[in-house]
């Protein structure tokens, strides 16, 4: 008998250990590490969504925290600026010519409007600031820095025109500049072949033609710039590439001659050609440079890209979020004193919680509606206030604070209030002395995540128009105002992709305020709490 | 000026207060243990009866301005109003009021002017006569106050009154706000019902409000019925409910039940936050992000496919939904699977079951009352939602249910019917007050039958 137990390495064939069974425990296995799997799987999703989400804004928001500057020899003198009248001066000129005096090879009108339009249309007024708040003083000529217009600025930065190849030519055999045409002569037809690629029409006798839905090829030569937008194949062997000049090409001065390729279509491109030759002779002149972004920290709203600003959002945020705080966080805590400590239990007070509990999951919107309804139409308060944003979100905000500061309230020991009734508190001393500085860190973690809901909302205060376009910085309480959420949801709205990287980067300022306030949340958790 | 009136009451307050202590003080001078309240409560007491009194009048003067000063512009410039409809009414108070007190004025003209004139008068009588009233009960209650201040005076039960009647107040607001929403909700639909009969609105299918020439921004009796079917915005909002809670409802739960019954204590504490920081992200964030990546990912596969996906599609918005609702689904699972008593994993485990057949075959079923109720909660939740559709769904009413092109949803059409310019008494923008209340009927009735359904299903375990 203990022969066979212990010679038991023999499997015995009953119906736990036979095939079968096995089989039927080995599926089991399988099953459970399935399952298993499945749900790390879940929890890496959630991952992988949140890191898609973050890294998606942080990558398009990194460009917008730096603009690139243009620095301008401008005419301040005394016959073009009054100092006595600073708001009177035309500075749209004294801005115009500076740039023109960079560019005296052009002519035209259509391209004098192209050369004005590198620098921003907010130049102006931020030069008339200059001289007003006397960081540029009149008299001579001044060289100052200020903001490109969006569309230069993101190809400096390398977001626009970006598929660009540049390849060395072969000295062309002649170059005839007539006006502002060129002509260049190759001796091989390598460029025929690479225009075609490009998407080239093809025309009579083998030439080609580069249209603006086709690539760009810009021959660099002479210290100056041709576009190339004819070519036909020569008589003997060669080709002749015809196109306008873009800077003005010297024969004399010696260098290779590069061919420039740029697959976008100019047609399907923010900047042309020409902005483009323009922009790099300025950045190879020394005139550009790329500083921190100022105007978006501290400007206003504006529909131009470059002159959008933040600083007036994060102004009406911080106001609105006052009144929020200064109405719910009294009656949020009022209410769960009153309902946690005194309230005795009848229909009153239950239908008090009722109605908490059916608030704290009523859609956002509807809140809106209610202070539209009621603030707005009933009350006559002004539209597009913080005063009535922070109600309505104070109103929003309530159930939540009412909520955690129950929840702390609840956690005091029963202790402490018979000691304090013991040695003679009133009821209210008792709470006010004894409970509520003890619930204080559980009820201040409950507010601060009940603010950073309300920091983040946009539905509500869309329907009171907070939607407004607003540019100035909100002044007061009642003064027109919008906040960060509205403003990301409105600078998402606009096509010019400029404004894209606006969007992520004043969202990446939102989610720092939001982490900010979070983190203190758990620092108070951590660091006050007292479990009993 | 009021601000200097308040900021005056909140320095008497103070000022109140050390009068009452100090008078309370000396009455017995110094020996507190005669005074029936402590000096505290005297002073509370005096600054209470000094500053409480004015400033509720200065509330019920804030309150109360406006409607009356409109009502008394409006009886002056009865005339120049004879021929305006009720909107162009509300625009020229509007108008004028912004030109009186700073503000947008639409388009200013010398009736405007001469009401904005008006207004800033009436304004300026109002606040001196109600700054008079201020002072003189602030004066009264102080005097008064000052002279009932004896050792035997019961200060401290005036006080906690008060206080209590103040808590008591401050708990109220609570029903004042839903009744708020009810009453306006209401009220404002009952007069779009007038125009607009409500089986249309509830049962058609054709919905265009913003089409103007069919009557809808007209006034009362040019309204066009036919064009307030919400039938396309009800199904849109389902359809997009629908995909967000594929989405959410698996990931959601099976987090749920992995993080805890499989998790390792450093695999929660990361995953933890993170479920955090996923709920905590602002939903217009999430609205850019499928509206700007997501979104045209999907145009772009669709067209790989030869699918033509509408670049706001539904599927791009309820993904992204389902994206934001997944740890709402998972929190609420994560406490309901908690609270399956440990006794039955192990009893489970004692008859020889897996891990995973003790979830699905013991836990899930017990906490199932739970689950569905946070399932509920999570759908009510995704209909609700504004910000993602707004920014990554489509304008135009579609009845579709493919999930491949656009669709509108209510608070799309909420968001769009409302801002911007906007009469407030037109059909279109009341439209938008009966889709709320449906919206919060809907809502409301998700959040009941969740509390009911785990009252009534859950199972006493201990």
């Given at each position: 008998?203990?022969?066979?137990?212990?010679?038991?390495?023999?499997?015995?064939?009953?119906?736990?250990?036979?095939?079968?069974?096995?089989?039927?425990?080995?599926?089991?296995?399988?099953?459970?590490?399935?399952?298993?799997?499945?749900?790390?799987?879940?929890?890496?999703?959630?991952?992988?969504?949140?890191?898609?989400?973050?890294?998606?804004?942080?990558?398009?928001?990194?460009?917008?925290?730096?603009?690139?500057?243009?620095?301008?020899?401008?005419?301040?003198?005394?016959?073009?600026?009054?100092?006595?009248?600073?708001?009177?001066?035309?500075?749209?000129?004294?801005?115009?010519?500076?740039?023109?005096?960079?560019?005296?090879?052009?002519?035209?009108?259509?391209?004098?409007?192209?050369?004005?339009?590198?620098?921003?249309?907010?130049?102006?007024?931020?030069?008339?600031?200059?001289?007003?708040?006397?960081?540029?003083?009149?008299?001579?000529?001044?060289?100052?820095?200020?903001?490109?217009?969006?569309?230069?600025?993101?190809?400096?930065?390398?977001?626009?025109?970006?598929?660009?190849?540049?390849?060395?030519?072969?000295?062309?055999?002649?170059?005839?500049?007539?006006?502002?045409?060129?002509?260049?002569?190759?001796?091989?037809?390598?460029?025929?072949?690479?225009?075609?690629?490009?998407?080239?029409?093809?025309?009579?006798?083998?030439?080609?033609?580069?249209?603006?839905?086709?690539?760009?090829?810009?021959?660099?030569?002479?210290?100056?710039?041709?576009?190339?937008?004819?070519?036909?194949?020569?008589?003997?062997?060669?080709?002749?590439?015809?196109?306008?000049?873009?800077?003005?090409?010297?024969?004399?001065?010696?260098?290779?001659?590069?061919?420039?390729?740029?697959?976008?279509?100019?047609?399907?491109?923010?900047?042309?050609?020409?902005?483009?030759?323009?922009?790099?002779?300025?950045?190879?002149?020394?005139?550009?440079?790329?500083a921190w972004n100022t105007q978006f920290f501290f400007g206003g709203a504006s529909r131009e890209a470059e002159m959008a600003g933040i600083w007036g959002a994060v102004v009406g945020s911080a106001l609105t979020m006052l009144v929020t705080l200064a109405l719910s966080f009294p009656?949020?805590?009022?209410?769960?004193?009153?309902?946690?400590?005194?309230?005795?239990?009848?229909?009153?007070?239950?239908?008090?919680?009722?109605?908490?509990?059916?608030?704290?999951?009523?859609?956002?919107?509807?809140?809106?509606?209610?202070?539209?309804?009621?603030?707005?139409?009933?009350?006559?308060?002004?539209?597009?206030?913080?005063?009535?944003?922070?109600?309505?979100?104070?109103?929003?905000?309530?159930?939540?604070?009412?909520?955690?500061?129950?929840?702390?309230?609840?956690?005091?020991?029963?202790?402490?209030?018979?000691?304090?009734?013991?040695?003679?508190?009133?009821?209210?001393?008792?709470?006010?002395?004894?409970?509520?500085?003890?619930?204080?860190?559980?009820?201040?973690?409950?507010?601060?995540?009940?603010?950073?809901?309300?920091?983040?909302?946009?539905?509500?205060?869309?329907?009171?128009?907070?939607?407004?376009?607003?540019?100035?910085?909100?002044?007061?309480?009642?003064?027109?105002?919008?906040?960060?959420?509205?403003?990301i949801f409105m600078w998402a709205d606009f096509p010019e992709p400029a404004f894209q990287q606006k969007t992520s980067a004043a969202i990446l300022i939102l989610l720092g305020f939001l982490i900010l306030m979070n983190a203190v949340a758990v620092v108070l958790r951590k660091r006050?709490?007292?479990?009993? | 000026?009021?601000?200097?009136?308040?900021?005056?009451?909140?320095?008497?307050?103070?000022?109140?207060?050390?009068?009452?202590?100090?008078?309370?003080?000396?009455?017995?001078?110094?020996?507190?243990?005669?005074?029936?309240?402590?000096?505290?409560?005297?002073?509370?007491?005096?600054?209470?009866?000094?500053?409480?009194?004015?400033?509720?009048?200065?509330?019920?003067?804030?309150?109360?301005?406006?409607?009356?000063?409109?009502?008394?512009?409006?009886?002056?410039?009865?005339?120049?109003?004879?021929?305006?409809?009720?909107p162009e009414k509300q625009a020229f108070l509007r108008d004028a009021r912004a030109l009186a007190f700073g503000g947008i004025a639409g388009f200013p003209n010398e009736a405007k002017e001469a009401a904005a004139e008006h207004f800033a008068a009436l304004r300026g009588q109002s606040?001196?006569?109600?700054?008079?009233?201020?002072?003189?009960?602030?004066?009264?209650?102080?005097?008064?106050?000052?002279?009932?201040?004896?050792?035997?005076?019961?200060?401290?039960?005036?006080?906690?009154?008060?206080?209590?009647?103040?808590?008591?107040?401050?708990?109220?607001?609570?029903?004042?706000?839903?009744?708020?929403?009810?009453?306006?909700?209401?009220?404002?639909?009952?007069?779009?019902?007038?125009?607009?009969?409500?089986?249309?609105?509830?049962?058609?299918?054709?919905?265009?409000?913003?089409?103007?020439?069919?009557?809808?921004?007209?006034?009362?009796?040019?309204?066009?019925?036919?064009?307030?079917?919400?039938?396309?915005?009800?199904?849109?909002?389902?359809?997009?409910?629908?995909?967000?809670?594929?989405?959410?409802?698996?990931?959601?739960?099976?987090?749920?039940?992995?993080?805890?019954?499989?998790?390792?204590?450093?695999?929660?504490?990361?995953?933890?936050?993170?479920?955090?920081?996923?709920?905590?992200?602002?939903?217009?964030?999430?609205?850019?992000?499928?509206?700007?990546?997501?979104?045209?990912?999907?145009?772009?596969?669709?067209?790989?496919?030869?699918?033509?996906?509408?670049?706001?599609?539904?599927?791009?918005?309820?993904?992204?939904?389902?994206?934001?609702?997944?740890?709402?689904?998972?929190?609420?699972?994560?406490?309901?699977?908690?609270?399956?008593?440990?006794?039955?994993?192990?009893?489970?485990?004692?008859?020889?079951?897996?891990?995973?057949?003790?979830?699905?075959?013991?836990?899930?079923?017990?906490?199932?009352?739970?689950?569905?109720?946070?399932?509920?909660?999570?759908?009510?939740?995704?209909?609700?939602?504004?910000?993602?559709?707004?920014?990554?769904?489509?304008?135009?009413?579609?009845?579709?249910?493919?999930?491949?092109?656009?669709?509108?949803?209510?608070?799309?059409?909420?968001?769009?019917?409302?801002?911007?310019?906007?009469?407030?008494?037109?059909?279109?923008?009341?439209?938008?007050?009966?889709?709320?209340?449906?919206?919060?009927?809907?809502?409301?009735?998700?959040?009941?039958?969740?509390?009911?359904?785990?009252?009534?299903?859950?199972?006493?375990?201990?």
């Amino acid at each position: 008998m203990t022969d066979t137990l212990a010679g038991g390495a023999k499997p015995q064939n009953n119906q736990h250990t036979n095939e079968q069974a096995r089989g039927r425990l080995r599926k089991r296995y399988a099953a459970e590490s399935r399952f298993k799997w499945l749900g790390a799987g879940a929890v890496l999703l959630s991952a992988f969504f949140l890191l898609l989400l973050l890294s998606t804004i942080v990558f398009k928001a990194f460009p917008a925290f730096r603009a690139n500057e243009l620095t301008l020899p401008l005419n301040l003198s005394a016959e073009h600026v009054n100092p006595d009248n600073l708001t009177g001066n035309n500075y749209d000129t004294i801005i115009s010519d500076a740039l023109l005096s960079l560019f005296p090879q052009v002519e035209g009108r259509q391209e004098r409007r192209q050369v004005r339009g590198l620098i921003s249309s907010g130049a102006p007024t931020l030069l008339r600031q200059a001289l007003q708040n006397g960081s540029l003083t009149p008299g001579g000529t001044v060289e100052y820095a200020l903001p490109m217009d969006d569309f230069a600025d993101l190809y400096l930065k390398g977001l626009l025109a970006a598929d660009s190849a540049e390849t060395v030519l072969a000295t062309p055999q002649s170059v005839a500049v007539e006006g502002n045409e060129a002509e260049l002569r190759f001796s091989d037809d390598s460029l025929l072949d690479a225009a075609r690629e490009a998407g080239a029409l093809e025309e009579d006798g083998g030439a080609l033609r580069l249209t603006t839905g086709a690539a760009s090829f810009i021959i660099y030569l002479g210290g100056g710039a041709v576009k190339i937008t004819d070519l036909a194949p020569d008589a003997d062997a060669g080709v002749v590439a015809r196109g306008p000049v873009l800077a003005s090409v010297s024969a004399d001065a010696a260098g290779p001659v590069r061919l420039r390729v740029i697959a976008t279509p100019e047609g399907q491109r923010k900047i042309s050609d020409r902005e483009i030759v323009w922009v790099d002779q300025l950045k190879a002149d020394g005139r550009t440079a790329s500083a921190w972004n100022t105007q978006f920290f501290f400007g206003g709203a504006s529909r131009e890209a470059e002159m959008a600003g933040i600083w007036g959002a994060v102004v009406g945020s911080a106001l609105t979020m006052l009144v929020t705080l200064a109405l719910s966080f009294p009656i949020g805590v009022a209410a769960a004193i009153y309902l946690e400590e005194f309230a005795p239990k009848n229909r009153l007070t239950g239908f008090i919680e009722v109605n908490i509990n059916n608030l704290a999951a009523v859609p956002s919107i509807v809140f809106g509606l209610l202070g539209l309804a009621v603030f707005l139409n009933w009350f006559n308060l002004p539209r597009s206030a913080p005063l009535v944003g922070g109600m309505v979100l104070a109103l929003m905000t309530l159930p939540t604070i009412i909520i955690a500061s129950r929840a702390a309230l609840r956690a005091v020991p029963p202790s402490i209030r018979e000691a304090a009734l013991g040695v003679g508190a009133s009821k209210i001393q008792t709470v006010f002395h004894h409970v509520l500085p003890l619930a204080m860190p559980g009820i201040l973690t409950g507010t601060i995540i009940g603010m950073a809901q309300a920091l983040g909302e946009t539905a509500p205060l869309l329907m009171i128009g907070m939607v407004a376009f607003i540019v100035d910085i909100p002044g007061g309480f009642t003064s027109p105002a919008t906040v960060l959420p509205v403003q990301i949801f409105m600078w998402a709205d606009f096509p010019e992709p400029a404004f894209q990287q606006k969007t992520s980067a004043a969202i990446l300022i939102l989610l720092g305020f939001l982490i900010l306030m979070n983190a203190v949340a758990v620092v108070l958790r951590k660091r006050f709490e007292r479990r009993w | 000026m009021i601000t200097y009136v308040v900021i005056a009451l909140l320095v008497l307050f103070a000022v109140a207060y050390y009068f009452g202590r100090a008078r309370a003080l000396s009455s017995v001078e110094g020996n507190t243990a005669a005074l029936h309240s402590l000096p505290s409560q005297h002073g509370l007491f005096l600054a209470l009866l000094s500053a409480g009194p004015a400033l509720l009048i200065l509330l019920f003067w804030g309150v109360a301005t406006p409607g009356v000063e409109a009502s008394i512009v409006e009886g002056r410039f009865a005339t120049q109003l004879a021929d305006m409809n009720l909107p162009e009414k509300q625009a020229f108070l509007r108008d004028a009021r912004a030109l009186a007190f700073g503000g947008i004025a639409g388009f200013p003209n010398e009736a405007k002017e001469a009401a904005a004139e008006h207004f800033a008068a009436l304004r300026g009588q109002s606040e001196w006569i109600v700054s008079g009233l201020v002072t003189l009960l602030a004066a009264l209650g102080f005097f008064w106050g000052i002279r009932r201040i004896t050792p035997q005076f019961r200060a401290r039960h005036v006080v906690e009154r008060v206080l209590r009647l103040f808590l008591i107040l401050c708990s109220v607001v609570a029903i004042l706000t839903t009744l708020g929403i009810v009453l306006s909700l209401i009220f404002e639909s009952l007069r779009f019902f007038q125009q607009v009969p409500f089986y249309k609105f509830l049962f058609g299918t054709h919905w265009s409000p913003q089409s103007a020439f069919t009557g809808a921004g007209q006034e009362a009796g040019a309204v066009n019925p036919d064009i307030f079917g919400a039938v396309p915005l009800f199904v849109g909002t389902m359809l997009i409910t629908f995909i967000a809670m594929l989405v959410a409802a698996p990931v959601g739960l099976m987090s749920a039940i992995y993080l805890s019954d499989y998790a390792s204590k450093q695999v929660r504490s990361v995953a933890k936050p993170m479920l955090e920081i996923l709920a905590g992200i602002p939903t217009v964030v999430y609205g850019f992000f499928a509206a700007l990546t997501v979104a045209p990912f999907f145009r772009d596969f669709g067209q790989v496919l030869g699918l033509s996906v509408a670049s706001e599609s539904a599927l791009a918005a309820g993904i992204v939904m389902g994206i934001m609702i997944i740890p709402f689904v998972s929190s609420l699972s994560d406490d309901v699977i908690n609270a399956v008593p440990q006794s039955l994993r192990d009893g489970s485990a004692g008859l020889g079951a897996t891990k995973s057949e003790t979830i699905r075959k013991v836990v899930l079923p017990a906490a199932l009352p739970g689950i569905v109720s946070a399932l509920m909660l999570a759908i009510s939740r995704a209909i609700g939602e504004t910000m993602i559709v707004v920014m990554a769904a489509g304008l135009a009413a579609n009845l579709t249910i493919n999930p491949l092109e656009a669709v509108t949803t209510v608070t799309v059409q909420i968001v769009t019917l409302l801002v911007g310019d906007q009469e407030f008494d037109s059909a279109k923008t009341l439209a938008a007050f009966a889709l709320g209340l449906v919206l919060f009927c809907v809502t409301l009735a998700l959040n009941i039958i969740a509390l009911r359904v785990v009252k009534k299903y859950r199972e006493q375990y201990d």
